[in-house]
């Protein structure tokens, strides 16, 4: 009988003390509205913080995404030894994504100066997907993003990266 019951006592007190510990855990209800999300201020991109419209509202950015892949050939000992192939969308301001377009040459051009670059100072050699190395990329070319189009350009996104080794 005690064989039973042990188990079905020890479920209940169980479910108890879990119940127990998450309402002692439980955030009073005034500490929860107060507590907003702390920003993490980035010094390169601090002119990109979302404006706010009329009524005090979160203006959201648009994201273009650049027509065609980026295929960016590395070479060693005088042959390619690997392709990246890469896809960019540009983070814009509202109303932005029609200028983009607009430069979407001028932009790609840059755009492949800056990879070819990057692929001749071994960037994409090894672990080429490292924070510091994709840094350093995503850097660079929102420079020249930001040389091209002026102001309208907010970020530069990677959306896919790939490395395909001969």
Do not use: C, W
């Not at 273009?64 to 960019?88: C, G, H, W, Y």
């Amino acid at each position: 009988m005690m064989r039973k019951i042990l188990p079905v006592l020890l479920l209940l007190i169980g479910i108890g003390a879990g119940i127990g510990g998450g309402i002692m855990l439980k955030p009073a209800a005034e500490e929860a509205h107060q507590s907003e999300p702390h920003e993490v201020s980035d010094p390169v991109h601090a002119d990109t913080a979302a404006p706010a419209d009329d009524e005090g509202h979160e203006v959201l950015p648009e994201y273009v995404k650049m027509n065609n892949q980026f295929i960016i050939p590395v070479i060693r000992d005088e042959k390619v030894a690997a392709l990246v192939v890469m896809s960019i969308s540009i983070e814009a301001m509202p109303g932005g994504q029609e200028a983009i377009f607009q430069l979407e040459p001028k932009l790609r051009d840059e755009f492949n100066q800056v990879l070819f670059e990057h692929a001749n100072a071994g960037g994409f050699d090894g672990v080429f997907t490292s924070s510091n190395k994709m840094l350093i990329l995503r850097d660079s070319l929102y420079e020249v993003a930001h040389k091209v189009a002026g102001p309208v350009v907010k970020g530069v996104l990677i959306s896919e990266i790939v490395r395909q080794d001969n």
